[in-house]
T-cell receptor, first 109, second 114 residues
Framework: GQNIDQPTEMTATEGAIVQINCTYQ??????LFWYQQHAGEAPTFLSY??LDGLEEKGRFSSFLSRSKGYSYLLLKELQMKDSASYLC??????????WGAGTKLIIKP | KAGVTQTPRYLIKTRGQQVTLSCSPI?????VSWYQQTPGQGLQFLFE???????NKGNFPGRFSGRQFSNSRSEMNVSTLELGDSALYLC?????????????FGPGTRLTVL
């Protein structure tokens, strides 16, 4: 079956760095998305990786290893507004998104 | 550019009733996907519509149905509601709905079934 695993909840301190991991098992693979979802709001797009390696976008970076079925989202210089759920989703061979349950990130002052 | 809108934002229904949710995509987007989100389950894909045709369908019972109109607006219908249908229903639009198209989500409709 197809599966996405990510931690349920993580806690970090304002100003610090946090890495949110995601492992996937899908029938074929056409890329991996990260979305951010604040409580009570719609998910918003953060990144898309299809090639191995690290892609940096300001304070956020996303990494992919296709051979390991693994990705992570790295958040630097954490701010209180980064408190949100982070959703990992893999695109399978049929170009259907398989979603993880999300990681709730709690930022403490 | 206006974002994806969903109506209503909140709904309370009782078991056995039916409900219709509406989604208006971003102008120019022809694909609309529907998802069910419950705590701990993540987003579960319901179906995708493109140019008024259902192009993809998830593993939900036939009580869940949808349609898309010529202006790309979409509706989702759930008949004979069950307690387990209580969830946040999200719709997402994209230009073509294929592969790497970024999906833009609406704020969702929170359905509570009593």
């Amino acid at each position: 079956g197809q599966n996405i695993d990510q931690p349920t909840e993580m806690t970090a301190t304002e100003g610090a760095i946090v890495q949110i991991n995601c492992t996937y098992q899908t029938s074929g693979f056409n890329g991996l998305f990260w979305y951010q979802q604040h409580a009570g709001e719609a998910p918003t797009f953060l990144s898309y990786n299809v090639l191995d390696g690290l892609e940096e976008k300001g304070r956020f970076s996303s990494f992919l290893s296709r051979s390991k079925g693994y990705s992570y989202l790295l958040l630097k210089e954490l701010q209180m507004k980064d408190s949100a759920s982070y959703l990992c989703a893999a695109l399978d061979s049929n170009y259907q998104l398989i979603w993880g349950a999300g990681t709730k990130l709690i930022i403490k002052p | 550019k206006a974002g994806v809108t969903q109506t209503p934002r909140y709904l309370i229904k009782t078991r056995g009733q039916q409900v219709t949710l509406s989604c208006s995509p971003i102008s120019g987007h022809r694909s609309v996907s529907w998802y069910q989100q419950t705590p701990g389950q993540g987003l579960q894909f319901l179906f995708e519509y493109f140019s008024e045709t259902q192009r993809n369908k998830g593993n939900f019972p036939g009580r869940f149905s949808g349609r898309q109109f010529s202006n790309s607006r979409s509706e989702m219908n759930v008949s004979t509601l069950e307690l387990g249908d209580s969830a946040l229903y999200l719709c997402a639009s994209s230009r073509q709905g294929r592969g790497t198209d970024t999906q833009y989500f609406g704020p969702g409709t929170r359905l509570t079934v009593l």
